[in-house]
Structure formats: structure tokens, C-alpha cells
């Protein structure tokens, strides 16, 4: 099992990162995660909710994800609230007393969908989730120790130094776990390290005399890793304000305060030719080249905030001088014209007036949609390009909004295929002009003529040339690797295999 001293210390990746080594040496190898609290998640191959971590190590380990990986999701909602997803499913929305009042059921359920791995895997690699230490709320475990008791798990403790404090973060974290808690942790990683390892000597060396504990690694920064994050913490980073450069185009994506499934523009991010800043002012929008909306886990809400900070008026206005705008998902629900929330699924609004530069109507349904989808483009939109991109591409779905348009209204994609099972569904809307465009499906940049399409036209539309297709991005399997390569060389794998049984 890896914990870490804090949120955002690199656990998930830690995993990803070991999923892969271990996959690499022939093992049957999964992750799993108790009780994972994102807006970034993902759909499983039978239609199950997950949290995106679990569904990237899934990938590293080379195993398709089940929702035993991530038995329980929380998504936040605000008001303090959550949607608690149970085994892939939406289970209802509750406070934290609410949620507490089930733990003995959540517990067995946890419990199951460990045993299940284990008995379909030589190993499982379990993610723990903030820090073990956090003392108000030990008696209501079920994600760190508690789990590591369960599965009689070892415990790799991380810390993360490039924020500062390692060796107190590591320090208070021991001193502060029960002695039976304590036991269980079997050596320290130290992840996040820029410079030379030589510096870190007294330290280390302070950790081994005074836990009796290895330091089993100093892990590298690793830079621009094409890896989706856990959560928006990820973002802090990526609110660059600086212009494009002039051989470049510059796509403005508004960070909402509920926003969800961010890493739909990773691959985008990692493009040379390309410049992606997450914004939060009216302001920031100029010069952007193409706005874009993204999802959301709370629409309405989200809605209102752009209306507040002026940044609705700011895109209504982007558009109406030629600009070109995008929404995903709950971003193509803000387009439109109008958001209808009859049972209160989202909020405590009935209705609310959208952007309207869509033609669309959404209505919120009281079950959600999640599934695996091919789609094709059915209309040449900014998501495509000036022509349709052969083939299908892949993509998700995980909405509560059903969004409905007028017969004459032209829809980009069309699903052809739902989890599996056949299909014939117009997807999103475009606008009269061709300069808004609005899309239900999540992830439809990893498909890389699609992408290149897109990215191609933005360019001819700005008067720049083609890139040179020579320059790739890195596909996800070559950054599994990337960052499998670097944890391998940073820790004591003969040591790690003695900790995880494996001889």
C-alpha cells in the first residue's frame, strides 16, 4: 500500500508508476483505492463509474478498470454535499453525517471488492488517500490503515519535498499513527526531487536511526508527464497567463469552481504547437483563439459563477466579434439556452437561462449516463476541422443532463456504439455560424487524427502553418514507460519485491 504525508504528494502516480514496473516483470498486477474523493472520473468497460486515478493505473498495470479498483467514489457538490457513487453506480447524495451513518455497509462493501482483486491478481498496489495522521478523523477510516489492516498490507510512506518539509512531513506523519499503524509502514519514498540526491544525506540518514525504517528512494520531478491528475490541486500550476508564442494557437479553458474531467485537454497541453491556459477572469479570455467550456459536476452552480465574475458576458461577447467557443459536456449544457432541473438533481433552481449561443435545451434526469462510446463525426465542426475525420474515434459519457435540439440543428458526432452495444445518436449542437460547437462525450482529444484535425484548423484559421507531423505527442503507453523508467532507477526494487512478497 503507498500513503502519503499529505493530498498531492504523488501517490497515484507512485502507483501507476509501480503498476507498470511490476506488470513489466510478468506479474498480474491491479490498483485499488477504498474511497477516492474527485470530479475526475471515468467509465469503466460495463458502464461503471471510477475514479480517473484508478482507471490510469488500470492502464499502466495493462488490465481493463472495474469498479472494484475504486469500490467508492465521492464527487463533491458543493453546500456540502457529495454524490457518493457506489461500485460504479450513483448511490445518492449525502453530508459527511449522512455518509458516516453507512460506513459499517461501505466497510463490508470495500472489504468484497478487495477480496475479488485479489483472488483475480498475483498483486494489488492499493492507493491510500490524503495522510493516515489526521487524527480527527481516524476513528473514521475506511481508505488509509484501516485498509492496510484489512489486506495485512506493508505501507511505502511518501513525502513530497518539492513543497517544502519532507523530513517533518515524514516525521509528524509516524509520530502521530498508533503503534500498530506505525508497524505497518515499511519504508519511506521521498517523490518530487529536483537536484542532487547527495544533498539529502543527513536527512535520510536522520529517518533510518530514528524509525529503524529504509528509505527505500529519492524520486525525480518528473516533468510534463502526458498523465491524467487526480484532482484540480493539479491545476495551480497550469494557470499560465503568458501570451502564445506567434507560431502557436492559444485555447483559453475556463477553470470552474466544480469543474470535472479536466484532463479532456491533456493531450492538447502536450502539443508544441499549441498553448492551453485555465483561466478564472473575464479578462483572461482575450486573445484566446478558441474558448472552451469544460464539465462540470455541479452545472447550474457553475453557471451562475460565470454569470457573477462577468465571464459569461466576456464569451457572449467573444463570439459575437467572430470568436470561436467550445463547451464539454456540462460546458455544452451552459451554451445553450435554457437548463431545466425539475427533481433538483444538481441544485435547488428548477431552471436557468443558458449562454444561449447553442440551440440546445438540457434537462437533468434522475439517473446518469455513463458509458464507453465510438462515435463518428457527423458534422464538420471546430471540433473537426473543416472536413470529417475518417474512422471512429473513441470517447465517454458521464452526465445526469439529457440535451435535446431542433431537428434542423446540425450535431457534430454520432454515437455508434454505447458499452458495447450498437447505436444511432446525433451528439451535441453546432451553431448557424459554425463558430460554437458543443459536445456530451469526454476524452475525444486523445483520439490523435481528431486532435490534429482540430489543431489544424485553428491554425489555418489564425494564418499559421502546418506542424510538422514528425513531432508526435507521446502516447500514454510511451509515458507509463517514461514514468516507470524513472521510479526504477530512484528506488531499491530488490527491497520493494522482499516488502511485497515477492521474493
Known sequence: MVQGTA??????????????????????VAPFKAQNMALNSFVTPDGGEIGRAQAVQAEAAGVAPRVEMNPILLKPEGGLRSQVVVLGKPFGQMTWSEYQRLRPEFVRIIADALRTLRARHELVIIEGAGSPAEVNLAAQDIVNMRVAAEAQAPV???????????????TGTMELLAPADRARVAGFLINKFRGDPALLTPGLEFLRARFKIPVLGVIPYVERLRIADEDSVALEDRRSRRAARPDQVEIAV????????????????????????????????????????????STVADLGWLNETGIARAIVAHVQGGGLAAGICGGCQMLGERIEDPHRVES??????????????????????????????????????????????????IHMGNVTRGAEVPAPFRIVARNGAPADLADGAINREGTVAGTMLHGIFENDALRAAFLG???RRKGLAARDAARPVASREAEYDRLAAAVAASVDLPALR??????
Open 254 to 297: 475556463v477553470r470552474l469552481p466544480r469543474i470535472s474531467n479536466y484532463d479532456d485537454f491533456l493531450a492538447l497541453e502536450h502539443e508544441d504547437g499549441a498553448a492551453v491556459r485555465f483561466v478564472e477572469e473575464a479578462g483572461a479570455i482575450a486573445g484566446a483563439d478558441l474558448v472552451i467550456i469544460p464539465g462540470s459536476k
Open 348 to 397: 435547488d433552481q428548477p431552471a436557468a437561462r443558458g449562454l444561449g449561443l447553442l440551440p440546445i435545451t438540457t434537462r437533468f434526469a434522475q439517473t446518469k449516463r455513463t458509458a464507453q462510446v465510438r462515435a463518428q463525426v457527423q458534422t464538420p465542426s471546430i471540433f473537426s476541422g473543416a472536413a470529417a475525420v475518417a474512422g471512429e474515434i473513441s470517447a465517454y459519457e
Open 498 to 503: 522482499k516488502i511485497a512478497g515477492l521474493g
Open 156 to 170: 511505502l510512506l511518501v513525502g513530497d519535498i518539492d513543497r517544502g518539509g519532507v523530513f517533518a512531513h515524514l
Open 457 to 459: 484548423a485553428l491554425r
Open 7 to 28: 493530498s498531492s504528494v504523488g501517490k497515484s502516480l507512485l502507483v501507476a508508476a509501480l503498476c507498470r514496473i511490476f506488470h513489466a516483470e510478468g506479474l498480474s
